[in-house]
């Protein structure tokens, strides 16, 4: 009997480390596609934009960076519900985070930013954010001669303008992508890169309807959707989405779909930031979005699918940023009257 | 003649280049002395260490870090006249580097604290800075399996407590040592370390009497001294210094030396942050300490020396943080009363 049944037995084997393949690899198409490593084309730009997205004399404080919203300890966001500003404002908005954020149609939840060198220039000078000018960020910059002597390298011009500064944080922005999450390798045919329990749950995401937006590289980023298709979204957060671009009614409550990469790193979720956990996430996803209400069991799985997709987090050397000179002008983080 | 006067030329060179070097290597002592890199002992506690000090969640907003006010891309300062502490307050005092405060006889200006490890408690804990409680700050790390994992390899404890925790930040604070800075290698004996003006201004800082104070290793942080000791300092800062701490009347405005390591970079100066500059710095040292007015030639030639105090300053790779879990409880940066 034993000799009979082992073609069968062989047979069931190469059957089921088939099922365990990508799509992709039987054939099919998955509609996620790993990402792969950033490729820098400009290593001077880079290292010059990597001093700007930590310096913070970028704002009116000189506290507050770009990485001080989208830390890149904490999977470029901050992990707070709205992020904290200029005089310790709350601000309107969960911080998205930079990574992979190359990847997204456009800037902001809304998409009022073409590129990352258009959004960049958006909170240095936004008074709820680092609460300066772009005039007063380039004048500290030229009053600085390692700024100057760097600038110059880079750039070849005779003075430091915004669109220089705007295109080096771009530059060093387009290098925060995180390839080999577990899930990447799958899709590339390792079939022990994610567990059972991961690979059900991956099922889960994509036979249910959340691929629908959260799909391609960035298994999101790339479309903007209405936040409470089937169910009204409750909020107290006033952001009206695509429409405050627009002016169009239609786009009312459509942000953009967030990446979901490294999600596992990005809490809390949504742009109300009112999701703390990705259990309660995945809930009012296949509530309000799809109609579903997803078992105990079936949540685990999705977000435990969720969690592969954490990817190589950028290797930062923290930047020693070059001195003010004298006659660079100190910050004024306190208002005389506040 | 050029023959007959060569051995005089040769001497005479020779002996300018004997007096070129530090005194140390012409048989004297100088008063200052080169500092060594960091030896790490436990790497894995080092390790553990930068993590917690780059970690915002050991604040009550999730928003301030160690490194917010010890900022390592800025000399280990935050280039403010005071710091920036919870809710946008205003703090009492300058911000200390972090570089090399391993070296210091005492930590805070007032010295009220003993060593790096008693230090570390301060700021999570004062309503001023971090505004969370030891207690509050333990639970949350308690919460998170990355640190639950990593504190059980470098302790050996079940549970994490604070004493681990301040005993990790110390640990990686005692890594933030700036060696081979331009000064040192002429200490050494390079006497093209440093240029003519730089040597002039040394020995203006020697002779003037600036390394009564400002000596050893560290170039201060060793002793307690009055601030004004020859002309009264006016300041609007209402720090009382060292008598905060043995309640002595003699004691008013004594304050810690400052090391001037790095000094050009952790601009601004005094435990008030009063002189903007190095020249300023320098100028009213002279006045209230030494009841010198140096000349402006003077000025810049001890400024010039003052930067050649600048060491390699440390690399450091930004950790990936442990991601909160869904126990962890979340920050809370906006009261409900404000």
């Known amino acids: 009997m034993k000799t009979t049944l082992r073609p069968l037995v062989a047979a069931l084997a190469a059957a089921a480390a088939f099922l365990a ?8 198409q998955e509609p996620i596609q790993p990402i792969a490593p950033a490729v820098v084309k400009n290593p001077a730009m880079v290292e010059l934009g990597k001093k700007l997205w930590f310096d913070p004399r970028l704002s009116k404080s000189g506290f507050i960076s770009c990485n001080s919203c989208h830390n890149l300890s904490m999977g470029g966001s901050d992990n707070l519900k709205t992020s904290i500003g200029h005089n310790w404002q709350e601000g309107p908005i969960n911080s998205p985070t930079v990574l992979n954020s190359s990847m997204n149609v456009a800037q902001f939840w809304d998409g009022r930013a073409g ?24 004048d500290m910059l030229n009053s600085i001669p390692g700024y100057q002597a760097e600038f110059k390298k880079v750039f070849s011009k005779q003075k430091i303008d915004i669109d220089q500064v705007t295109d080096a944080i771009a530059a060093f922005e387009e290098t925060l992508v995180t390839p ?11 079939a022990n890169a994610i567990t059972k329990t991961e690979l059900e749950g991956y099922k889960l995401f994509r036979d249910s309807g959340c691929v629908a937006c ?22 107290s957060n006033p952001a009206e989405g695509r429409a405050a671009v627009t002016g169009k009614d239609a786009d009312r409550f459509n942000f953009k779909v967030p990446t979901l990469r490294n999600v596992e790193l990005t809490y809390p979720y949504f742009h109300d930031g009112a999701a703390d956990t990705l259990g ?34 950028p290797q930062i050397g923290m930047p020693v940023l ?17």
């Open 115 to 138: 590129n990352l060198k258009e959004q960049a220039g958006g909170p240095i000078a936004n008074p709820g954010e680092m609460a300066f000018t772009h005039e007063l960020a380039v």
């Open 214 to 235: 959260h799909n391609g590289a960035a298994v999101g980023g790339n479309s903007f959707q209405r936040m409470g298709l089937v169910e009204a979204y409750k909020t």
């Open 180 to 190: 080999n999450s577990r899930f990447d390798k799958w899709l590339k045919g390792d």
């Open 21 to 28: 393949l990508p799509a992709h690899a039987q054939g099919a």
């Open 280 to 313: 309660q996430a995945v809930d009012t996803m296949g509530r309000v979005q799809l109609g579903k209400n997803f078992t105990k069991d079936e949540n685990a799985k999705i977000v435990a699918f969720l969690k592969t997709l954490t990817g190589d987090q």
């Open 322 to 338: 070059p001195p003010s000179s004298d006659a660079t002008p100190r910050p004024t983080p306190f208002d005389k009257k506040k």
